[in-house]
């Protein structure tokens, strides 16, 4: 069989140049207004010079164009996790029960499950570690059940604290707890 590839796009990637990335002074989550050109095209020259280590020039004379994708913010991390506990919630609400994540459990989640060198793919494994197995065991020992909303929170001393809605507004009726 012939195969034509014409009208093909080929996409491959790769983690070669993750550690330039963390080179120029901060480490994991990249700030807002740290997209500046001279940094960006350092990175870039880091890159190419890594490529050209690692593959040989006949194969990097036939790629058309690298394109090196930047660190991704904590905010665009936090969406992912937004994103991602969207999908557990569904999971949920087909048993009639809601879940809600305060921000600094929002905050944790997304520290934790952010590696500069491998981005928000280890997200997937820190919720199901982190939220999926603790609220499945606790939904199997009975502690929620269909109608509740359970509010997930994070603190210093416990970790992820998994709290009935009603429970947090009995505990805490003088303060001012604001739940997304």
Request: net charge negative; no cysteine.
């Given at each position: 069989h012939n195969v034509d590839f014409t009208n093909t796009v080929?996409?491959?990637?790769?983690?070669?140049?993750?550690?330039?990335?963390?080179?120029?002074?901060t480490l994991g989550f990249r700030q807002q207004g740290d997209q500046g050109t001279f940094e960006d095209s350092r990175i870039k020259t880091d890159v190419h010079d890594a490529l050209r280590k690692h593959f040989r020039p006949q194969f990097l004379n036939r790629i058309d164009e690298i394109i090196i994708f930047h660190t991704l913010t904590k905010e665009q991390v936090s969406?992912?996790?937004?994103?991602?506990?969207?999908?557990?919630?569904?999971?949920l609400g087909d048993h009639g029960i809601t879940i809600e994540l305060t921000d600094a459990a929002r905050d944790w989640v997304a520290d934790q499950g952010y590696d500069?060198?491998?981005?928000?793919?280890?997200?997937?494994?820190t919720l199901q570690k982190q939220v999926e197995s603790p609220l499945s065991v606790r939904l199997l020992r009975g502690e929620f059940k269909e109608g509740d909303t359970i509010v997930i929170d994070y603190n210093e001393s416990e970790g992820l604290v998994f709290v009935k809605k009603e429970e947090l507004m009995v505990e805490m009726p003088a303060t001012n707890v604001e739940i997304e």
């Amino acid at each position: 069989h012939n195969v034509d590839f014409t009208n093909t796009v080929v996409i491959m990637t790769s983690n070669l140049g993750t550690a330039f990335g963390a080179k120029g002074g901060t480490l994991g989550f990249r700030q807002q207004g740290d997209q500046g050109t001279f940094e960006d095209s350092r990175i870039k020259t880091d890159v190419h010079d890594a490529l050209r280590k690692h593959f040989r020039p006949q194969f990097l004379n036939r790629i058309d164009e690298i394109i090196i994708f930047h660190t991704l913010t904590k905010e665009q991390v936090s969406l992912i996790v937004d994103l991602q506990m969207k999908e557990i919630a569904e999971r949920l609400g087909d048993h009639g029960i809601t879940i809600e994540l305060t921000d600094a459990a929002r905050d944790w989640v997304a520290d934790q499950g952010y590696d500069p060198a491998f981005g928000a793919r280890p997200l997937r494994r820190t919720l199901q570690k982190q939220v999926e197995s603790p609220l499945s065991v606790r939904l199997l020992r009975g502690e929620f059940k269909e109608g509740d909303t359970i509010v997930i929170d994070y603190n210093e001393s416990e970790g992820l604290v998994f709290v009935k809605k009603e429970e947090l507004m009995v505990e805490m009726p003088a303060t001012n707890v604001e739940i997304e």
